[in-house]
């Protein structure tokens, strides 16, 4: 199964795709889209053509995408959760399903804890991918997103073969 994480920004939006196949994840490509443009239009364009070519390109199965929390400003918030639905619509489009999850849900996959700093997740996706070249803390996010995605299709698909076991 191959996985694309997003890690929603407006100015650096981080993805990174693995390949899983049970416990298994190998990295396949991570990198950031820079948006560009004078418009907030423009910018959200730029990150629509910019993740639209790499799910094009690498075709992935499934895609992840991290949740927005509420900041303080609220007119972030909102730009930000633009961003989030450029990150949610370029997989729909291609027909790929998009799961959601938590900052915390995130780190705790990867981490083991809930509150880890992005240091911490840098050296745990590192550790899981080893060799891997990361383009930066937007991509380490994206990538971790991506593996705890990963693990969460992993035990529901083995939920699903015990509930089919147990019916038959």
């Known amino acids: 199964m191959r996985v694309i994480g997003i890690d929603p920004g407006l100015r650096n939006l981080g ?12 990295h396949v490509a991570n990198g950031v889209c ?3 443009g004078d418009s907030l239009a423009e910018r959200l364009l730029s990150l629509h053509r910019q ?5 094009l390109e690498f075709a992935p199965d499934t ?10 400003d609220g007119a972030g918030t909102l730009k930000l959760g633009q961003a989030r639905g450029i990150a949610m ?8 399903s998009v799961g959601e999850y ?5 780190k705790k996959a990867v981490v083991g804890v809930g509150h880890a700093d992005k240091k911490q997740i840098d050296h745990m996706v590192r550790l ?15 990538l971790a997103i991506a593996i705890c995605h990963s693990y969460h299709a ?3 698909g083995r939920l699903e073969d015990a509930l089919k076991r147990a019916s038959a």
């Open 63 to 72: 895609a992840a995408v991290e949740q927005t929390f509420v900041n303080k």
């Open 15 to 26: 993805w990174g795709l693995i390949d899983a196949d049970g416990s298994r994840v190998v």
């Open 89 to 96: 619509l370029v997989p729909a489009q291609a027909g790929i």
């Open 51 to 55: 993740l639209t070519s790499i799910v």
């Open 128 to 142: 899981q991918l080893p060799g891997v070249d990361i383009a930066g803390p937007d991509a380490a996010d994206a």
């Open 154 to 156: 992993r035990s529901a």
């Open 102 to 106: 938590a900052p915390n849900a995130v």
């Open 34 to 36: 820079h948006s560009s």
